[in-house]
């Protein structure tokens, strides 16, 4: 049974740094990983999808890295500000109808 | 942008009643889903939809709960007689390519039952 974890739960970080997300998974058949944006109270938005014969996509700011064999993925956010603000998650598609398998995302506040 | 629409945002309820959880999905996808999301915990997948028929359905999408594609844009949820422990965040989400392509999320409906 997949099992997607994230590490770390929290996380809080001046304005400027650069940081990395952690995401690991217990399975590598996938079909993809998806990075998510949460925040409060709202719904999910789609930030980069990696495909599972991909090893990363960039879009702005944000790079997210895949090591299928080894069953883990990396968010990078350059010159973080207070606006990245939100919960992040990581999914991955194991099954050919879509269905997404969730970790517990990781929280993350900047600080002006 | 298109969007993922869902009505209502808040539903509060009595233990026992049937509710209906609408979403209307973004008009040319093919895929869609409900998750669902108790305070606090992970978003768990609940149930995928495709080509009017389930494709595939959670341990917790049991007899209570059903789909339904009416009219060819609507998507609702359907939870029969309503418990406590299904108070949680209900999430609708589309997709025009299951594989290849982002999964699309409603901004939920927040299933309140007392």
């Known amino acids: 049974k997949q099992e997607v974890t994230q590490i770390p739960a929290a996380l809080s970080v001046p304005e400027g740094e650069n940081l990395v997300l952690n995401c690991s998974f217990t399975d590598s058949a996938i079909y993809n990983l998806q990075w998510f944006r949460q925040d409060p109270g709202k719904g999910l938005t789609s930030l980069l999808l990696?495909?599972?014969?991909?090893r990363e996509q960039t879009s702005g700011r944000l790079n997210a890295s895949l090591d299928k064999s080894s069953g883990r993925s990396t968010l990078y956010i350059a010159a973080s500000q207070p606006g990245d603000s939100a919960t992040y998650l990581c999914a991955v598609s194991s099954g050919n109808t879509g269905k997404l398998i969730f970790g517990q995302g990781t929280t993350l506040q900047v600080k002006p | 942008e298109p969007e993922v629409t869902q009505t209502p945002s808040h539903q509060v309820t009595q233990m026992g009643q049937e509710v209906i959880l609408r979403c209307v999905p973004i008009s040319n996808h093919l895929y869609f889903y409900w998750y669902r999301q108790i305070l606090g915990q992970k978003v768990e997948f609940l149930v995928s939809?495709?080509?009017?028929?389930?494709?595939?359905k959670s341990e917790i999408f049991d007899d209570q709960f059903s789909v339904e594609r009416p009219d060819g844009s609507n998507f609702t949820l359907k939870i029969r007689s309503t418990k406590l422990e299904d108070s949680a965040m209900y999430f609708c989400?589309?997709?025009?390519?299951?594989?290849?392509?982002?999964?699309?999320f409603g901004s939920g409906t927040q299933l309140s039952v007392l």
């Open positions: 939809f495709y080509n009017n028929e389930i494709s595939e």
């Open positions: 990696i495909q599972s014969s991909q």
């Open positions: 989400a589309s997709t025009r390519d299951r594989i290849n392509e982002k999964l699309f």
